[in-house]
């Protein structure tokens, strides 16, 4: 059985930073991050490709986020810094099922409960 853990979440004022992980018992070379607000679609945030260490994010995280993978602990993470209010949602982490690592959330097989992270004006 697979298993994602994310942890690392929170409520933190706007500015702050935060790191997630997620410990996976199981992932393909392509791993990404999602959130989901409630009352909105899940979207992709961030996503890394093992095989190159080629990485995607979204525009409204590009340049504060960063993803990366311990691929000897199989761990994911993701550094969050000059965080917004609009960044509050829950954050899962994710598997891709294989071919183009993206941040569509239909290219991903296996998921996480999910860690909330809360950012307050």
């Known amino acids: 059985q697979v298993q994602l853990v994310e942890s690392g979440g929170g409520s933190v004022q706007a500015g702050g930073s935060l790191r997630l992980s997620c410990a996976a018992s199981y992932s393909t070379y392509c791993m990404g991050w999602f959130r989901q607000a409630p009352g909105e679609e899940r979207e992709g945030v961030a996503s890394?490709?093992?095989?190159?260490?080629?990485?995607k994010y979204a525009d409204s995280v590009n340049g504060r986020f960063t993803i990366s993978k311990d691929n000897a602990k199989n761990t994911l993470y993701l550094q969050m810094n000059s965080l917004k209010p609009e960044d509050t949602a829950m954050y899962y982490c994710?598997?891709?099922?294989?071919?183009?690592?993206?941040?569509?959330?239909?290219?991903?097989?296996?998921w996480g409960q999910g860690t909330q992270v809360t950012v307050s004006s």
């Open positions: 890394i490709d093992s095989s190159d260490g080629s990485t």
């Open positions: 994710a598997t891709g099922r294989g071919g183009w690592c993206s941040l569509q959330p239909w290219r991903f097989a296996y």
